[in-house]
């Protein structure tokens, strides 16, 4: 076709995941555990239902369009944050927030470097607006290697880097200082700090930002706050550069829906926090039961809500994937990168969520192992 922009024609597109959820009876839904999309296992706080059923009670807003700046969801976000509201903008979902900077600080030609393998999306965001974009890897254990990455920064020279901290879907995770000295050490690059997964880590860069003007971090509230559904999103930058994706911004993008419901949210923080320490239960329960299997997968360490699992070959890896799928359990199979192809990656939730993926994969290698038996 001659219509479509060239950067789209040979254009590798992100590569979702099952969303057989969608496809299943809202009454059957509790019978899946969908573990594959990083997101809350768990509905979020009681306080979202509340706001939103009151909203429905006054729908003489309905026909206008949302309102363009909620100082209350600001004030909460930078009180949440700790930093003044200047430094803060809200956007319909992290992703919309990385088409923002995309067009604002990317020209068409400009190098764009991603520590990977990583999230895939924001590549697309980027070749899809004419940047050359580059990998810098993790090595294949999934340790990460400093010099070699900060000598690819200085021979690509790119305008920007992309490190999602913690990585998804390695797991691995960026101390501050760590941040700070590539700021120092190459402040004619922007770095773009994606701290999705913030909540699970416990570690950010957030007040970097007052003092460096080449560091942009996005956040979602899809994650540990449980509101994919509502698509919210934020940046925190310097004053300067949040004014700067103002320009461009369209300020009506955020349903009132969605604006109220992060409100609710972070007026109820003590539930967020308490559903990441199920998290990390989960977590520190799925890593230790699991090593019985420790001949057939390796389970590595995470600092987000998820876990790369790798096996020993694709094929079991897939053969596993697939069983899981049949018990109503959703798993991501990656493949961002050949250091993945033989790795799914898991969602975290609760204990007793985590509980219930144990017994049916104990069910397969159970099985499994009496197959081989009678062979």
Known sequence: MKFPNKYLRNLKPYKLASHKIWSVAPEQRAEVLKL????????????VAERVHAL???????????????????G???????????????????????EYIC??????????????????????????????VYFSYYKDDFTFDAEH?????????????????????????????????????????????????YEFAGITCKDLVMKYDNLLISRTMSKAFGLANFRVGYLIASKDNVQFINKIRN????????????????????????????????????AETSKKWKDEMTVHPSHGNFMLVEFKSYESKIALLNYLAENNIFVRDTTQAPSVRNCFRITIGTKEQMAHVIDVMGLYYGKRKRENSII
């Open 36 to 47: 594959d999309w990083n997101e809350s296992t768990i509905a979020p706080s009681p306080l």
């Open 251 to 286: 300020p009506k993008n955020l349903s009132t829906f969605a604006q109220v419901a992060a409100c609710a949210a972070l007026e109820d923080t003590d539930y967020m926090w308490q559903y990441v320490d199920e998290v990390h239960k989960g977590q520190a329960y799925f």
């Open 76 to 98: 909460l976000l930078a009180k949440y944050v700790g930093l003044p509201t200047e430094n803060i903008q809200y956007f319909g979902s992290s992703d919309v927030l990385h």
């Open 149 to 197: 990455f900060e000598n690819d920064i200085i021979t690509r020279e790119p305008a920007v880097v992309y490190i999602c901290n913690p990585n998804n879907p390695t797991g691995n995770v960026h101390t501050k200082e760590y941040i700070e000295h590539l700021l120092v050490e190459y402040p004619d690059t922007l770095f773009l700090v994606d701290e999705a997964y």
């Open 103 to 132: 067009k604002a600080f990317i020209s068409v030609g400009d190098p764009v470097m991603i520590l990977a393998p990583s999230y895939d999306n924001f590549r697309l965001t980027c070749q899809a607006n004419g940047a050359d």
């Open 56 to 74: 429905l009670e006054q729908p003489s807003f309905f026909n206008l369009y949302p309102a363009t700046h909620n100082e209350e969801l600001l």
